[in-house]
């Protein structure tokens, strides 16, 4: 599934609780990349990796768990 970036941004926005008011738009700059893909074919071919569940699913669920687990991340 393909998102454009501000999509993204909203939702993790939402997920935060808070607005798309956080969000500061700049002007583009020459060489601005508009679009953003993983390719995942050498994960599935070299190590018979699948994805389980969506991408949306999967953004949300680690998002959650860096909620979850600040003390790790930080260093606490």
Do not use: C, Q
Not at 26 to 46: C, N
Not at 56 to 65: A, N, S
Request: without cysteine; glycine residues 6%; charged residues 35%.
């Amino acid at each position: 599934m393909e998102l454009p970036n501000h999509e993204i941004t909203s939702m993790i926005l939402a997920w935060s609780g808070v607005g798309n008011d956080r969000v500061d738009y700049v002007t583009d700059r020459p060489g601005h990349d508009f679009r953003y893909a993983v390719a995942s074919s050498k994960a599935r071919d070299e190590l018979k990796w699948e994805a389980v569940g969506s991408n949306v699913d999967t953004m949300k669920e680690t998002f959650r768990w860096y909620k979850d687990n600040e003390d790790w991340w930080r260093g606490k």
